[in-house]
């Protein structure tokens, strides 16, 4: 989920809650500043299970990956 750092600050217990189950993205004129994410997630088993997902063929960078994937939220 997206929010501004204004709607973070406003509304902070409703967004820890959910920083429970998915990772709160908080921005400030439009960009990034900051991502809340729980510590009882395994991050490394998530990454494990995206092995195999991107064909070796498709000649694709992190930045490429990360503008998609931001892209769709």
């Known amino acids: 989920m997206i929010v501004t750092a204004t709607e973070f600050k406003t509304n902070l217990g409703k967004y820890l809650e ?18 809340l994410t729980s510590p009882a997630v395994n991050k490394l088993a998530l990454l494990d299970d995206l092995v195999g997902s991107v064909p070796q063929e498709k000649a694709i960078d992190e930045n490429t990956i990360r503008e998609e994937r931001l892209s769709r939220q």
Request: no cysteine; glycine share 6%; proline share 0%.
């Open 18 to 35: 959910m920083a429970a189950s998915q990772d709160i993205f908080i921005t400030k004129n439009g960009k990034n500043i900051a991502r």
